[in-house]
């Protein structure tokens, strides 16, 4: 069974920087690509960042592209997201997610992590 930990998440001001880790157990060889997602209170989960199976870090808007960093160690069985200069409205419960290919399509997801709650906040 794939399972997925998140861990990293925690209270930052603004301004901060905060780098989230997945690691990925369960399987020898990790197929996947491996996203990441947040939501916020009262909003609905919205993509921010995945690496492809080949290593390919993609984005949904040059927003995001400007505000995280995706990466990963060789195998993607540990994968990052550097978020900096983190705002208020970065506060969120942020996911990351196993998928065959990088898309923000909530139905692509195969296996979800529990999620690390940051809380950007003076």
């Known amino acids: 069974q794939v399972q997925l930990v998140e861990s990293g998440g925690g209270p930052v001001r603004p301004g901060g920087s905060l780098r989230l880790s997945c690691v990925v157990s369960?399987?020898?060889?990790?197929?996947?690509?491996i996203g990441w997602f947040r939501q916020a209170p009262g909003k609905e989960r919205e993509w921010v960042a995945c690496?492809?199976?080949?290593?390919?870090?993609?984005y949904p808007s040059d927003y995001a592209k400007g505000q995280f960093t995706v990466s990963a160690d060789n195998a993607r069985r540990s994968v990052y997201l550097q978020m900096n200069s983190l705002k208020p409205e970065d506060t969120a419960v942020y996911y990351c997610?196993?998928?065959?290919?990088?898309?923000?399509?909530?139905?692509?997801?195969?296996?979800w992590g529990q999620g690390t709650q940051v809380i950007v906040s003076s």
């Open positions: 690496i492809g199976s080949s290593g390919e870090a993609t």
């Open positions: 369960g399987i020898t060889v990790n197929p996947y690509a």
């Open positions: 997610a196993a998928q065959y290919l990088c898309s923000g399509q909530l139905t692509s997801i195969k296996y």
